[in-house]
């Protein structure tokens, strides 16, 4: 999960996407679009998206503000701490977008209040061990999946 240029949740929020995590959705994201990632943590998550041959917008801004570029889609491992808000602003957006976030975030009453059977789940391979000062753990004691919206997947649940 990444930081803001706010107090998000302090320490509860430095938990970092790893690059596999991309690498495994990476033939689920158009390559013809510009992936707005903007949440930006120790930097990352952008690189890797840059990596795997994508536009990236990566920045050390606030999301919740207004943005000064354009971009296609959201992708993106919200702080946990304020995924209630990220929900809310990406409604307000209406954009594209994947967020990695844990499996129960699906019966939140802040996802149903703003997509209500609206939203495709891609649930990765296996579990996905967060990166934490630089190292990776080696468990991780909850599951996670992309939640996704207009993405026009064939399925609303993907398996990988």
Known sequence: MAGLPFKAGARDDEWFTPKSAFEDIAHLIPKNKIIYEPFYGDGSSGEYLK???????????????????????????????SKSRTFKRLRELDVPFMLLVPVATVTKQFLKKHFINQLQMVIPSKRIHFVRGGEQSKSSWFDVCWLCYKMGFPRDITYL
């Open 51 to 81: 990596e795997l041959g994508f536009e990236v917008e990566h920045h050390y801004i606030d999301f919740f503000e207004p943005t000064p570029f354009t971009y296609d889609i959201i992708i993106t491992n919200p702080p946990y701490t």
